[in-house]
């Protein structure tokens, strides 16, 4: 049963969030269209990914002490996303939510967050 006033980084936890990312980043290595955006090393990726998940769940403000603010659109802006692009991106991530064990609740709050982040990202 989860306590609904408990954030989703307090829910899961800093390993269930990075294993979340490890997951995430195994279906980018499956998917040709997504992994080409990519450099080879996908460990700095993984590491932002954990860090800016952290933050956004309720946890500890690492990635903007690190990183400064997220500004997601502006960041991902040099690659061309489309309907498409958002799709892969997106079905990636829900195969790598499904592969952690949470509160259904949780796994909602999660996927409600991911698809109005895609959303966001479409700039094509």
């Known amino acids: 049963m989860s306590n609904s006033s408990q954030t989703i980084y307090e829910s899961l936890g800093e390993e269930k969030i990075k294993t979340l990312v490890h997951h995430f980043y195994q279906h980018v290595t499956e998917s040709p ?4 955006l990519y450099p080879e090393d996908l460990a700095p990726a993984e590491e932002r990914l954990f860090l800016f998940l952290i933050q ?3 946890g500890p403000q690492t990635y903007m002490e690190k990183r400064g603010h997220p500004m997601l659109r502006k960041r991902h802006f040099q690659w061309p996303i489309d309907t498409q692009m958002r799709n892969t991106w997106l079905n990636c991530m829900i195969k790598a939510i499904d592969r ?4 259904n609740n949780i796994k909602e709050g999660i996927i409600s967050y991911f ?3 895609a959303n966001h990202m479409v700039n094509q």
């Open 33 to 36: 269209e997504l992994r080409k």
């Open 100 to 103: 952690v064990e949470m509160d």
């Open 115 to 117: 698809v109005k982040a």
């Open 56 to 58: 956004v769940f309720g």
